[in-house]
């Protein structure tokens, strides 16, 4: 197997994904921590490095330790996203098995109302076969 990070077993898992719909450059990745975390450091691997995106996501810290964070912490966190979302040109949703949790949505909605750019979700860049 190649040391390449981008090698042919990792590609292998987001094959069936038309990331080059995506036509903006920078790029919010919104999703459920419990449900996708995974795919917010692997699509933005991909993202960044095979389709020269800018890719940002809320936390690294929040996605990788949510369950250590106070709620208190949490909510801040929470105001920080949406204040980057202002900086965006798209968003996209890691809706892994179609699911969206309350955060996402929030963010979603908020970002659709105050700037109408794209949002994309993962289960639509599906390739068909």
């Not at 090698?7 to 038309?18: A, G, P, S």
């Not at 995974?38 to 809320?58: P, W």
Request: hydrophobic share 35%; charged share 30%; aromatic share 14%.
């Amino acid at each position: 197997m190649s040391r390449l990070r981008l090698n042919e077993n990792f590609l292998k898992k987001f094959e069936r994904y038309d990331f080059s719909k995506i036509k903006e450059e920078r790029i919010f990745l919104v999703g459920s921590i419990t449900n996708a975390k995974e795919y917010f450091y692997e699509i933005e691997t991909i993202l960044q490095i095979s389709y020269n995106k800018i890719v940002s996501i809320c936390s690294v810290d929040g996605l990788l330790h949510k369950k250590q964070f106070s709620q208190n912490e949490w909510n801040k966190l929470q105001k920080i996203a949406m204040k980057k979302l202002h900086s965006q040109d798209a968003v996209l949703v890691l809706d892994k098995g179609n699911y969206i949790g309350e955060q996402s949505k929030e963010e979603i909605e908020y970002f659709q109302k105050k700037f109408n750019k794209p949002v994309y979700y993962l289960s639509k860049l599906k390739r068909f076969t």
